[in-house]
């Protein structure tokens, strides 16, 4: 009976945990939007237009983020077996994914005010694109792919070889002449940005951060359980 009491305990802190974990993730996207729909001026050049960066650049942001993690993972679990890292790039993979869409369509958007255009085949959108591809890939070599050994390992060799992608995302547009314009804020460098438009940047940003990670151990959740049902059904086979 102690140890049944013991994991009750342990399921309501994590449902009072994940319930918090929402009020403060949707409160800070509430404010950020406010903030960047509201509050932050328009561009002197592209007026109104500027506020789809306010979603575009932290949705870009994160689904580098998320794929270089799971490209990370991925190399442990290959060299060291360690297989919650497999879980973990696993779980993130369709959060990543739904960023890079956001990513792509809302640079469209954005461009066609700005550029005339809703595509171009430039370094910088073109290895956005393929970025999608590979969490495409990923995704899909789970999807069809039943023994969890044989998944672990393709989906690991893609999570690795799309690392290659990232850094030409990154810096396409110092290696390449793009339409894309170049970073306006570097960890090196102070921000090219004003802090008016900064702020409501970094609010967006951290509270994409948290709904990410709300879904994140969420989904890690719902993975441990399933190994655990198959581990099951297999010693009951």
């Excluded at 990154?170 to 921000?191: G, R």
């Excluded at 438009?197 to 994140?216: N, R």
Aim: charged content about 15%; overall charge positive; proline content about 3%.
């Amino acid at each position: 009976m102690l140890n049944l009491f013991r994991i009750k305990k342990i399921f309501e802190l994590s449902d009072n945990f994940f319930y918090w974990l929402k009020i403060i993730f949707l409160s800070i996207i509430i404010f950020g939007l406010i903030l960047s729909l509201v509050i932050s001026p328009k561009d002197y050049l592209q007026g109104d237009t500027v506020r789809i960066m306010y979603v575009h650049v932290p949705s870009s942001w994160l689904s580098l983020m998320i794929f270089s993690t799971m490209g990370v993972c991925s190399i442990i679990s290959l060299i060291f077996k360690i297989r919650v890292c497999t879980i973990y790039a696993k779980s993130l993979a369709p959060i990543g994914f739904t960023f890079s869409l956001i990513s792509v369509f809302t640079g469209s958007l954005w461009g066609q005010p700005t550029w005339g255009t809703f595509w171009t085949w430039d370094a910088r959108l073109t290895s956005m694109l393929l970025l999608v591809f590979f969490y495409i890939f990923y995704i899909l070599s789970w999807t069809f792919i039943k023994n969890f050994f044989t998944a672990e390992k393709y989906s690991s060799i893609i999570a690795i070889v799309g690392l290659a992608n990232i850094p030409i995302i990154k810096f396409s547009v110092e290696w390449w002449n793009t339409l894309h314009q170049p970073a306006s804020i570097k960890l090196t460098e102070s921000p090219a940005i004003h802090a008016s438009m900064l702020t409501p940047l970094l609010v967006m940003f951290f509270g994409f951060g948290l709904f990410a990670l709300f879904i994140f151990l969420i989904r890690y959740k719902t993975e441990i359980l399933k190994l655990k049902k198959d581990k099951l059904n297999n010693i009951l086979k």
